[in-house]
């Protein structure tokens, strides 16, 4: 038995020393965690049940790019599979553009702020057509007409009153037609003019199907530009009509590249994706040259894409796109970024960093499971949908390599493992930050971690301030840009390379988050689910865990009270810890003993069980005549002045 493991069961032997205090008044922290019942959709250990069900939309899309009134028009057709057992009456879709002008609600609530408000755009959707397809006679059956659909618009939602019920099973067709144009906003997409030409990043761009679900029915929040999206999974097949020098990016796979694509670039493309080495596509010096772009009579082309267990669609568009690509995963998917000539001496880099991070996630958590990963270089800072990124930075190779890690590690949150980003920011944020932890160090080991990469300081920072929120509330909802910060992505973060490194172990915690991954992959989960597969494959009821990190601003805050020694031999010193702060956790010692020599002391933290002081009895004949709680700074306490205790003076004291 190691020295560490028999301090440990030395310490066990003054518990009750401990169980004879008074129990605080206040509810226990190790109480069970209130959990929504289980049932056949979810079960008590957090896996999808035998009744588990969710719905699915299947989009065929038809779009044109309007370059010179800068606008975009689009037809889709929609089939929407009922896998609930409840019959619908109406759906719900999303019209994300109407956010921004200015009266939106989103407007009211960020204004013109750049990153989530409207920019002093005045820009919505304009619906041409909501109906239900025609359905010709077949099998004896009669057909019937196409049907327009009485529909209500709230903001950035509409309702389809649908012309019959639909049934559990049952299928429902809807063809819509729509437009919007182009306004000075940015949030999340948006246009750019650089280098004479200009960039289109086109997201959240076409009516989709809002969320029904076992856990809340439809899911309506409205698109207010600070919180994220919840989207059914399906397939896409999309056409876009666009000037014919464009170059065009996008989720998915291209269908038609002999009809958009030069041959060398189909060769060049082919040999990309077994190559180690960057293969450029279409280089700085073809910008412009018509050899670069396929002979055609016409001045548009139709780029054609299909994707398949996705829950989303973007694509951008560019006169000047450098092209280039590699070969991720021995060939498994193709990692590709498009960027305008400006940005060249940074980006030759980026695809680089791309296969970087994919190769490190898929090998460390699961595989990437898409055939494309492209990354393009526009107006969007950092935003991430299914096997494309948007990311903005020009000037910084460890900025570009830290933003293209993180939107490329939202392929795993929440792209493959679908939670609901309007009200639990943290599931996709949180765990992505929380993997980024990890991944930046390989490529620049040497780099302090970006801001909210798990970084501990950062959140003592907004803990300390007085303003945090917890962790649960919604991104709509965070008081401030910090809180934000902190909420969804640093503390979850903080807090998941805390339970792993040192609160369990990497190789207790690895197999259960990756079970959490493989267990909800393409589906959507809840926090119970997170929270009960973590329980049930750590062996660990970590309630008190999830109840203070995630749902309060609970604080950590361990001290040394006093230490006593017996002056008999062979006899023993009492070491008096207290938690100060509302937070348990385990308790690390640092001992120094009379003779000089050090030990260590780790306590699990049900020694705070029985309230919030304990005393650890240390066996002599060695008097301890130093203490320091946490000396490797691995726990977030919040008062470290009160964390060392030595002999002179008796008094605990800073280290």
Not at 7 to 15: E, F, G, K, P, T
Request: charged fraction near 20%.
């Amino acid at each position: 038995m190691s020295v560490r493991s028999s301090m440990l069961l030395l310490c066990l032997v003054s518990a009750p020393l401990a169980a004879q205090q008074s129990p605080s008044a206040e509810p226990s922290p190790f109480q069970p965690l209130e959990l929504p019942a289980p049932t056949a959709v979810r079960t008590g250990s957090g896996a999808p049940g035998p009744g588990y069900w969710q719905q699915r939309v299947n989009y065929e899309i038809k779009a044109s790019l309007d370059t010179a009134g800068k606008s975009l028009t689009g037809e889709e057709r929609i089939v929407y599979s009922n896998n609930s057992p409840d019959t619908l009456r109406y759906v719900w879709l999303q019209l994300d553009q109407n956010l921004f002008n200015d009266h939106s609600r989103g407007f009211f609530v960020f204004g013109q702020d750049p990153r989530f408000g409207s920019s002093g755009a005045q820009v919505s959707v304009r619906l041409n057509r909501v109906a239900e397809p025609a359905v010709p006679p077949a099998k004896g059956k009669a057909g019937r007409p196409a049907t327009p659909l009485e529909y209500t618009v709230n903001g950035t939602m509409m309702r389809i009153d649908l012309a019959r019920p639909l049934p559990p099973k049952g299928k429902q067709a809807l063809e819509l037609g729509w437009s919007f144009p182009f306004g000075p906003n940015g949030n999340r997409m948006g246009i750019e003019e650089l280098d004479g030409s200009t960039i289109y990043e086109v997201a959240q761009w076409y009516p989709r199907l809002a969320v029904y679900d076992d856990v809340r029915g439809w899911n309506t929040e409205q698109y207010l530009g600070q919180g994220e999206f919840y989207l059914e999974y399906g397939s896409f097949d999309v056409s876009l009509t666009v000037p014919a020098d464009m170059i065009v990016a996008a989720t998915g796979v291209l269908r038609n590249p002999d009809e958009v694509l030069t041959a060398a670039q189909r060769a060049r493309l082919a040999r990309a994706r077994t190559a180690s080495e960057t293969v450029v596509i279409r280089g700085k010096d073809e910008i412009g040259d018509p050899a670069s772009r396929p002979p055609t009579a016409r001045p548009t082309l139709t780029w054609h894409f299909t994707a398949d267990s996705v829950r989303d669609f973007a694509w951008a568009a560019a006169r000047h796109f450098i092209w280039d690509a590699v070969g991720v995963n021995g060939g498994k998917t193709l990692a590709m970024s498009f960027y305008p000539p400006s940005a060249d001496s940074i980006w030759s880099q980026a695809t680089q960093y791309a296969k970087a991070a994919i190769e490190n996630y898929s090998s460390q958590w699961s595989s990437f499971p898409y055939p494309v990963a492209s990354n393009v270089n526009g107006i969007e800072g950092g935003m991430e949908y299914p096997m494309i990124v948007f990311c903005h930075n020009r000037t910084d190779p460890v900025g570009l390599y830290s933003v293209t890690d993180h939107e490329f590690g939202h392929t795993w949150f929440p792209m493959v493992v679908g939670s609901n980003e309007r009200l639990y920011g943290w599931m996709d944020e949180g765990f992505n930050s929380f993997m980024n932890h990890y991944n930046f160090p390989k490529q620049f080991p040497n780099t302090p971690l970006p801001t909210a990469r798990g970084v501990p300081e950062a959140y003592l920072k907004n803990a300390k301030s007085g303003n945090e929120q917890p962790i649960m509330t919604p991104a709509d909802r965070m008081r401030t840009t910090e809180n934000w910060r902190q909420g969804l992505y640093n503390k979850p973060a903080v807090g998941l390379v805390l339970l792993r490194d040192h609160i369990t172990s990497p190789e207790r915690f690895d197999p259960v988050f990756r079970e959490y991954i493989r267990r909800w992959s393409f589906k959507h989960p809840t926090p119970a689910d997170f929270f009960r597969t973590m329980n049930d494959g750590l062996g660990e009821d970590l309630s008190w865990f999830w109840r203070s990190w995630f749902y309060t601003t609970e604080q950590l805050d361990q001290t040394v009270d006093s230490v006593v020694a017996t002056d008999s031999a062979g006899g023993f010193s009492r070491v008096y810890l207290r938690n100060a702060g509302a937070m348990p956790m385990p308790v690390e010692l640092a001992l120094v003993m009379d003779d000089g020599t050090t030990r260590r002391l780790s306590l699990p933290v049900e020694v705070w069980y029985a309230g919030d002081r304990y005393a650890a009895l240390i066996p002599g004949p060695r008097k301890v005549t130093g203490v320091t709680i946490d000396p490797e700074d691995w726990y977030p306490d919040v008062n470290r002045e009160n964390n060392a205790w030595r002999a002179q003076g008796g008094k605990a004291v800073s280290r």
